[in-house]
Structures are given as C-alpha cells and as structure tokens.
C-alpha cells in the first residue's frame, strides 16, 4: 500500500484577474522509504502542490477538486483538527528560507521545543533534552550552547539544519523539501543535501524533494517527476529521466544544464516565457516554447503516455512515434502519471 496518493489534484487561485490553476490535474504516488524529485520551473506548481498536500494554502487559493490519501485516510476536507495532528507528526515540511521559517524573537532550543511538544506527550524536560538530541543528529557542534541562542545568531547553513531538526522531530514519515538548499553556497548545500540522505536512511521515511535544479535530485532521487505549468509532464526513474527524456521540456532542462567536459559549448536556454496561468493555451502549454510542436500540440492536451514500464510521458510526439512503430495499441492507451490502485 503506497503511503502517500494524490489523484487528480486540483489547486486553484481566484484573483481579481481570474482563477489561477497553479496545479491542474495531478497524480502521484508515494512509497514508504522512497525519494521523489519535483522538478520544474518557477511557477510549475511545485510548492503548491506541496501546500496542497500539508493543508497549508493561504487565500485566495483552495483544493477545487481531487483526492489526497495518507495510509488511505483522505486529507482533502478534513477538520483542522485533524490536519494539525498529521502535520508536522506524521508529514513535516522544510521551507525554502530558514530566517523567515524562524521566529526571530524566540530561541532556537524554544521552537523545537514547541514543536515536540505539540506532536507527543513528552514532558518540558524530556522536550529540551530531545531538542538538543536532535540539533546533534543535524550535525550541529556544540547543540546545548545553540539551543539559547536566536535565529540571527547562527549562519545560513546552521538554520537550515535546525528547520530539519525541526521536521524531523516527531520522526514523520513524509518529509518534503522545499528548495532546501536556495539560499545557500555550494559547500552548505553538498553537506545539507548528504545529511537529508543519512537521515532518510537512518530513520527510513519518504522524502519528497522539491527543487529547479536537476543536479540536486540526480544524487538523492529514485523517481522524478517534472513538473510544468500545474500538470505532470513526465515521470520516471532517475536514469529514465536523465538518459532516455522522452518530454520536450524535459529535454530542454536537461540542455541548460552546464556541462563540465565540454568548456566551449554555450548553454541552451528553453526560448520563450513561462505560460500565463490565468489564460492557459488550448492544447498542450508548452507547445508556444516548443521547437517541435505540431498542429495538434496547440489544440489538445496530451495524457501521460506509458512509453516504457514506468516511464510516462504526456507528449503527442510520444504518441506520433509509436503509431510509425505501428505500436496503436501503445498510442491508444494513454494514463495519468501514476500507477494505478
């Protein structure tokens, strides 16, 4: 039984201008101990998908539609009640900017202690003592001298290992990383991104690791899913993905990723501008950027298209190239990017 189900996810936005559909019809699956990459442009509908699945969206944006299961419990139209006891105990969240994720006026040892608090029965000094436990497990040297000291007091690096103790403080069994490493230099994020690793062995939960960069999750992921414009476009093993992409974006993410063993070579950027989601395109909206867009890429939308086992792909020269294989079965037979109950 998969630990996380999301099906036909719809997240929407309603403006002044309209409704902006920030995630439009998403599927995916989650396994106990798995890592899964999410990766796209800004505005993809990453982190939405990710505030969608923590309950966590702020207005004007809602759930318009589908399904969110936890170990078969549906989330979508729960009592806050019960959402606050799944977040942060049984799904824990790292945000993308650990100074404004922390409360300035409080000390670091006060907000994990907070957060024990809340998710177990832990008595204030079993829950200082577990505090100082766990900044020592992030790798942070001297944990009973940081626990009394603010926010401001501690580098970029160190917050960011405190947000991670604070996640993984009740022990979850989701994690999800919000661009854990954006603020931060190359060292920091080589020793952030090999800690989140250790733990997740250590403690065997699911991470699901939202970035941009391809370079993060070619490391850490088992499966990655690519994101654009609210839809999935593309879903598979990290090889799948990274060696045979059967998306036209996918391809052109993958061509402006700098290439150390060819100096000369000048980078290749995907032309053009992200969609506008408040007036999204007929067919397939990545079509205007798409140097091999057909006639019927602007006028319908592709599904998910098996090309291989577990390897989707939603893109109409996926289905052109398997009817000149003569494989009409294959081409007939598209899916949302998730595996079946």
Same mark, same amino acid.
């Given at each position: 039984m998969s630990l996380l189900k999301v099906r036909n996810l719809r997240t929407s936005f309603f403006t002044d201008a309209g409704e902006v559909k920030a995630v439009n019809d998403t599927s995916f699956d989650v396994e106990p101990g798995q890592v899964l990459g999410i990766v796209g442009e800004s505005g993809s509908g990453k982190s939405v998908t990710a505030?969608?699945?923590?309950?966590?969206?702020?207005?004007?944006?809602?759930?318009?539609?589908?399904?969110?299961?936890?170990?078969?419990?549906?989330?979508?139209?729960?009592? =806050?009640? +019960? @959402?606050?006891?799944?977040?942060?105990?049984?799904?824990s969240m790292?945000?993308?900017?650990?100074?404004?994720?922390?409360?300035?006026?409080?000390?670091?040892?006060?907000?994990?202690?907070?957060?024990?608090?809340?998710?177990?029965?832990? +008595?204030? =000094?079993?829950?200082?003592?577990?505090?100082?436990?766990m900044l020592e497990l992030v790798g942070i040297n001297e944990p009973e001298k940081r626990v009394k000291q603010y926010p401001h007091e501690l580098s970029g690096g160190m917050r960011q290992r405190v947000m991670i103790a604070m996640a993984l403080a009740c =022990?979850?069994?989701?994690? @999800?990383?919000?661009?854990?490493? +954006?603020?931060?230099?190359? +060292?920091?994020?080589?020793?952030?991104?090999?800690?989140?690793?250790?733990?997740?062995?250590?403690?065997?939960?699911?991470?699901?690791?939202?970035?941009?960069?391809?370079?993060?999750?070619?490391?850490?992921?088992?499966? @990655?899913?690519?994101?654009?414009?609210?839809?999935?476009?593309?879903?598979?093993?990290?090889?799948?993905?990274?060696?045979?992409?059967?998306? =036209?974006?996918?391809?052109?993410?993958?061509?402006? @990723?700098?290439?150390?063993?060819?100096?000369?070579?000048?980078?290749?950027?995907?032309?053009?501008?992200?969609?506008?989601?408040?007036?999204?395109p007929d067919g397939c909206a990545f079509a205007p950027r798409c140097d091999n867009a057909m006639k019927i890429c602007l006028s319908q939308v592709p599904e998910g298209m098996e090309v291989e086992p577990g390897h989707i792909s939603a893109c109409w020269l996926n289905v052109l190239e398997a009817i000149k294989r003569g494989d009409n079965a294959t081409a007939g037979e598209t899916q949302t990017p998730a595996k079946e109950e």
């Open positions: 505030y969608s699945i923590m309950q966590i969206l702020s207005h004007p944006g809602r759930i318009v539609s589908g399904s969110i299961k936890l170990r078969g419990r549906e989330l979508v139209g729960c009592d =806050e009640k +019960t @959402i606050s006891s799944i977040r942060g105990n049984v799904i790292i945000f993308q900017d650990p100074m404004t994720s922390l409360n300035p006026v409080f000390t670091i040892g006060n907000q994990l202690e907070e957060a024990i608090l809340l998710h177990t029965g832990r +008595t204030k =000094e079993e829950a200082a003592a577990r505090a100082v436990e =022990e979850p069994d989701i994690l @999800i990383a919000d661009e854990p490493t +954006t603020a931060l230099d190359v +060292t920091i994020q080589a020793q952030i991104l090999e800690l989140m690793k250790d733990l997740q062995k250590k403690l065997g939960m699911a991470i699901i690791l939202i970035t941009h960069d391809l370079g993060v999750v070619a490391g850490m992921c088992d499966e @990655i899913i690519v994101m654009y414009a609210g839809r999935i476009v593309e879903r598979g093993t990290v090889d799948m993905i990274f060696y045979a992409p059967k998306h =036209e974006y996918t391809k052109g993410l993958l061509r402006s @990723i700098p290439n150390s063993s060819v100096q000369k070579e000048r980078l290749k950027p995907i032309s053009g501008s992200p969609v506008d989601l408040l007036s999204m």
